[in-house]
């Protein structure tokens, strides 16, 4: 079990973003303006991409 966690620490964060995210986008509406850069989000929309083109 410890290494599938370890391989698959996917959805543990992707449960925490989605629970902190929203809020802070609400609070701070210029944060879009600003374009802040979060590796995290970053690293999920390339997984995405990743999937959506099969080679």
Do not use: C, F, G
């Amino acid at each position: 079990m410890d290494r599938i966690k370890a391989e698959h620490p996917a959805p543990a964060v992707d449960a925490a973003n989605d629970s902190i995210i929203p809020e802070r986008v609400i609070s701070n509406p210029t944060e879009k303006k600003k374009k802040h850069i979060d590796p995290d989000a970053m690293a999920h929309d390339l997984y995405h991409r990743m999937r959506q083109t099969d080679p």
